[in-house]
């Protein structure tokens, strides 16, 4: 097995490949002096709604500006609920929980790891006031089964669609499948940005006129403070190198999607599938693998990451907790065991490390190394 690193995501690489471009467009903004939002952000908000079957988009900070814009703009505050999974990054609900809110969790789906529609009307009350799926790894939720539970209570969904850029269902692109679609542009994400971004995506008029206000103090016009707002603004120099690649969008995510496909294969081919669960693609769904996440069988997941962490192969654990246990929620009252599935998708998954510049033999190499792990077990077991 070759002694070279696999990192879990590699930046640089795809940086080396588009810099002239980025450097000129960048030369760009700073030349104008216009560098808080102005014309490169309102071209990137054009070119990202369109993408998306979207009328409008709000370009602001990062994905938890977008999340916390999006539930403003819907005014939820104290005294609401809002459901959404317990797992999920921890900014589904700490944006629930700054609005005065309460997240309301539900279990996930077993295959996909995304909220689990069947528990959905269970927990609607008459304080719920919207729905949060989110589109985990790169594939949306069930959104079919979530729609007439949407439509039965009159609430809104508001996608976090953080690791779902390009994600579609049914055909219909991941953001323009509910009420507001909220999207990333953290650097690991399918159109990653140099820094923190993000951006939000509606075909209500007056919804995106909300959240364009609120990202900047709630001013309108200058030093008329309209709402109670706060600085969410995406900088024109980030706006500028993402138009630079989101013309490369639809290659990037070939890309991933022939790497996941890759390490299908050489799941089989290694022999290690009764070791690692490969991700479950859902019919009608585009999944776009942010992540490739594996579920490790048989509690030795925290013992493959210790053996890729020696052998130089990147990973991740999303997410070793579930938010219904972390200490700054503890005051909604949950308990372990409320949310099996859950519980024990924290202590099985593992991500692999993916990215649309990861060659075959980088990923040869973190098939091998989860092989000899296998191995050695075997032998042990001999």
Not at 61 to 72: P, R
Not at 151 to 158: F, Q, T, V
Not at 275 to 284: A, D, E, I
Request: aromatic share 8%; glycine share 8%.
């Amino acid at each position: 097995m070759s002694s070279q690193t696999v990192p879990l995501f590699d930046l640089q690489q795809q940086y080396a490949e588009i810099r002239p471009e980025i450097e000129a467009a960048v030369s760009r903004v700073l030349a104008s002096g216009q560098v808080i939002l102005g014309p490169e952000v309102t071209a990137l908000e054009e070119e990202v709604a369109r993408y998306c079957g979207a009328s409008h988009a709000v370009g602001c900070g990062s994905g938890t500006e977008a999340l916390s814009l999006a539930l403003h703009a819907l005014e939820i505050g104290p005294g609401d609920e809002v459901i959404l999974p317990t797992f999920t990054f921890f900014a589904t609900a700490g944006c629930v929980a700054r609005t005065g809110a309460t997240p309301v969790f539900v279990d996930v789906d077993p295959l996909t790891y995304n909220l689990d529609p069947k528990q959905v009307e269970a927990a609607v009350t008459p304080r719920t006031r919207a729905l949060i799926p989110v589109h985990l790894f790169g594939q949306c939720a069930d959104m079919e089964r979530l729609w007439p539970v949407a439509e039965r209570h009159g609430l809104p969904i508001i996608e976090d669609a953080a690791q779902a850029m390009g994600a579609e269902y049914q055909g219909k692109q991941a953001g323009s499948l509910g009420a507001i679609g909220c999207f990333s542009f953290y650097p690991t994400k399918n159109l990653g940005g140099y820094g923190d971004a993000g951006m939000n995506v509606t075909s209500d008029p007056a919804w995106a006129a909300r959240m364009s206000i609120l990202r900047t103090h709630g001013m309108q016009p200058r030093y008329h403070h309209k709402y109670l707002g706060w600085n969410a603004r995406i900088d024109a120099v980030q706006a500028c190198m993402l138009r630079v690649k989101l013309p490369r969008l639809e290659s990037y995510i070939a890309k991933r999607q022939e790497a996941a496909k890759r390490y299908d294969a050489l799941i089989d081919q290694h022999g290690v599938s009764g070791m690692l669960s490969k991700p479950v693609r859902m019919p009608g769904r585009r999944h776009t693998f942010n992540q490739y996440v594996v579920r490790v069988e048989d509690s030795r997941r925290d013992a493959l990451a210790a053996h890729l962490k020696a052998n130089g192969v990147g990973y991740e654990v999303y997410y070793p907790k579930p938010l219904h246990t972390q200490e700054c929620l503890t005051y909604l009252g949950h308990r372990e065991g409320e949310f099996p599935v859950a519980e024990a998708a924290c202590k099985s998954v593992l991500a692999l490390p993916i990215f649309p510049e990861i060659t075959a033999a980088q990923q040869e190499r973190v098939i091998e190394a989860c092989a000899s792990l296998a191995g050695r077990a075997l032998r042990r077991a001999a």
